[in-house]
């Protein structure tokens, strides 16, 4: 039985993304499938926050600040996996809405610690709702067993990641910045360019 009401026919994307695993590969590689999960997810929780004029981005920061409000800046980055210069500029746009202040701790000029304000903390209760829709609509259909095991198996997932992750940083690889690969891979000068005029 569906547990929400009948809202349309999927966007040619969706659509596109369900023959793809239904017709043409399904048994691709389970990462493909995880990604197009994760970005259903996204966009249908998207659609409803923006009903409420809240970014995604913002959601990503808000429900962390609800779990431990007053955190620095820079464990804000760690914990949402993001890097410290998009954290700081949704930091301060959300202090411009009225979400959260930012504080310097006694003792300690350079860190900056975000703590929720009364507005901030007023959108848990509307915005968690949310996503607990989305999640009980992902889920429609399937059995609690299924839905226990599915968790497991993407938590087991993402702690084996976190390990080669921690590898391959303990063997010396990186993960090049956008900026460094428009550089090596920037087309190379022509030698001998064409003279015009």
């Not at 590969?25 to 197009?36: E, G, M, N, Y």
């Not at 429900?63 to 410290?84: H, K, T, V």
């Not at 607990?132 to 497991?152: F, H, K, Q, Y």
Request: some cysteine; hydrophobic content about 40%.
């Amino acid at each position: 039985m569906n547990d929400h009401p009948k809202r349309g026919k999927p966007d040619p994307t969706t659509e596109a993304i369900l023959l793809h695993w239904r017709e043409a590969v399904p048994d691709d590689r389970l990462a493909h499938l995880v990604r197009d999960a994760a970005r259903g997810l996204t966009r249908a929780l998207q659609l409803r926050l923006s009903e409420h004029s809240i970014s995604f981005g913002h959601w990503v920061f808000l429900r962390i600040l609800w779990e431990g409000d007053g955190i620095s800046q820079r464990e804000l980055s760690i914990r949402a996996g993001l890097m410290e210069p998009t954290t700081h500029a949704a930091v301060l746009k959300m202090e411009t809405l009225g979400y959260v202040t930012r504080q310097r701790q006694e003792g300690n000029r350079k860190k900056m610690h975000i703590h929720l304000t009364s507005a901030g903390r007023a959108l848990k209760d509307k915005l968690v709702p949310l996503a607990e829709e989305v999640n009980r609509i992902s889920a429609n259909g399937i059995p609690e067993t299924d839905v226990e095991t599915t968790r497991r198996t993407l938590l087991t997932m993402i702690a084996n990641l976190a390990i080669d992750e921690a590898q391959a940083l303990e063997d010396g690889l990186r993960i090049t910045s956008t900026r460094d690969l428009g550089r090596i891979c920037a087309p190379a000068e022509p030698k001998d360019p064409v003279k015009r005029g």
